[in-house]
């Protein structure tokens, strides 16, 4: 696992662990909540960053890297949804898959009706952002493996995050003459700006458009992946 130090809400840092090939992130008790929302932004362009790395499968039982107890699978609720993650019952560690992390942070929605066609009539059949099996949308809209709905990034949940984010920044270079002098916020730049929902599905053209199998919300993470990494 990759190692990344990331900025605490509060005051100070946290490290958490990533596994990028098994597309996981390691925290510990209570670090996802105390993310502050650069720490946000920067785990989202991590996984954009590392979106070609091969995908390996999630074995069935796995153990806390703390104390090698067994994790158990953990079912729960966020603003945007059911939330799954393993947990250690031992330490309160929790080991997350980038999907759910997604959702957690209200980076992802369900699809709408009339996106659920498009995407069955263009598609046909989608791999499972949380567990990467085939998902035939002619039969379900949900993983038929962990049922996990059929979801995409939500590109105002990703503008409000890097608003957020950008206030932050803006109130710590104030803190500091130099900095302040020479920085503005990337939204006051212009070289960020939220890309509507409906750019994402254009990405569905029958003869530019995403080949049966893929990942809708990987789809989308490329689609928007030009925005988070701009200067």
Not at 145 to 162: E, F, H, L
Not at 219 to 229: K, P, R
Request: charged share 20%.
């Amino acid at each position: 696992m990759h190692s990344l130090e990331l900025q605490r809400r509060a005051v100070g840092k946290l490290r958490i662990d990533l596994c990028f090939g098994c597309c996981l992130i390691w925290f510990d008790q209570n670090e996802s909540a105390q993310l502050a929302p650069a720490a946000v932004i920067e785990l989202f362009q991590q996984i954009n960053s590392h979106r070609d790395a091969r995908r390996m499968p999630v074995a069935a039982a796995l153990p806390c890297p703390r104390c090698t107890q067994r994790l158990l699978v953990t079912h729960d609720l966020c603003k945007s949804g059911p939330l799954q993650y393993f947990r250690c019952s031992e330490d309160g560690g929790r080991l997350t898959p980038f999907f759910q992390f997604l959702r957690e942070k209200q980076f992802l929605r369900a699809l709408t009706p009339a996106e659920m066609h498009r995407v069955r009539v263009e598609v046909k059949q989608l791999q499972c952002s949380n567990c990467g099996a085939p998902v035939d949308l002619e039969e379900s809209t949900s993983c038929p493996y962990c049922a996990s709905p059929i979801s995409m990034i939500d590109t105002d949940a990703v503008r409000d995050a890097m608003q957020m984010w950008s206030a932050q920044a803006t109130r710590e270079r104030a803190a500091e003459a130099e900095a302040s002098a020479r920085a503005r916020p990337l939204y006051e730049t212009g070289s960020l700006q939220p890309q509507p929902t409906s750019a994402l599905l254009s990405n569905l053209d029958p003869i530019t458009g995403i080949a049966a199998g893929s990942d809708l919300v990987q789809v989308c993470i490329e689609a928007l992946g030009d925005f988070l990494t701009s200067d």
